[in-house]
């Protein structure tokens, strides 16, 4: 069963607006939640991460916002830039075990 | 610092035969996982290792896949006999801290 769901598969955005990723996820257990980018033919990075203390973390171009009640979070990329265009994976876990599940990845073109 | 080095980088099989991924973790790092990506989908955990013993291997089909970590360093991970549904990008990480995975390229397999 899906525990962290990405329902966009793809976001095409325009050089210099905002870039919107959302994601859900069913497991009351998480408390920790990353997200990651992936190129081509490369292994995903980490990008930026917020525990479940806190409802927002910024880190230059890109925040996250973590809504609890709702067991939402989105990335938000502002301005976005040509060499964002990659694949973003949501991910989260629990201390339970600190075991990272996946969502399938919102793909973002940014055109120029 | 070096990154996890995974190989091969691709990999052609047919059906029913064996394979062999190899993984390198980043030195230091006690903790090593093996991750399966099906396209179109996020990385599923198969196994964790914490130095040399399994933490987690509930995820993987132990009637065809076996990993190993010997001298809890490089690890290896096997698949025999291979079916058309392995086909998949197989992920090696590594880690330090709890909540601080790092990806190698990956090994795509082909299953003809």
């Known amino acids: 069963d899906q525990q962290v769901k990405q329902n966009s598969p793809s976001l095409s955005v325009q050089e210099g607006r905002i870039s919107i990723l959302n994601c859900d996820y069913t497991?009351?257990?998480?408390?920790?939640f990353l997200w990651y980018k992936k190129y081509p033919a490369e292994g995903p990075t980490f990008l930026i991460s917020?525990?479940?203390?806190?409802d927002k973390n910024e880190d230059g171009r890109f925040t996250v916002f973590l809504n609890k009640s709702a067991k939402h979070l989105s990335l938000h990329i502002v301005p976005s830039q040509p060499g964002d265009s990659a694949v973003y994976f949501c991910a989260a876990s629990g201390t339970a075990d600190y075991k990272l599940s996946f969502g399938a990845g919102t793909t973002v073109t940014v055109r120029a | 610092e070096a990154g996890v080095a995974q190989s091969p980088r691709y990999k052609i099989i047919e059906k029913r035969q064996s394979v062999a991924f190899w993984c390198n973790p980043i030195?230091?790092?006690?903790?090593l996982y093996w991750y399966q990506q099906i396209l179109g989908q996020g990385p599923k955990l198969l196994i964790q290792f914490q130095n040399n013993g399994v933490v987690d291997d509930s995820q993987l089909p132990k009637d065809r896949f076996s990993a190993e970590r010997l001298k809890g360093v490089d690890s290896t991970l096997k698949i025999q006999p291979a079916k058309l549904e392995d086909s998949a990008v197989y992920l090696c990480?590594?880690?330090?801290?709890?909540?601080?995975?790092?990806f190698g390229p990956g090994t795509r397999l082909t299953v003809l």
């Open positions: 990480a590594s880690s330090f801290a709890v909540n601080e995975q790092f």
């Open positions: 497991n009351s257990m998480f408390d920790y």
């Open positions: 917020i525990s479940s203390i806190k």
């Open positions: 030195s230091g790092h006690a903790t």
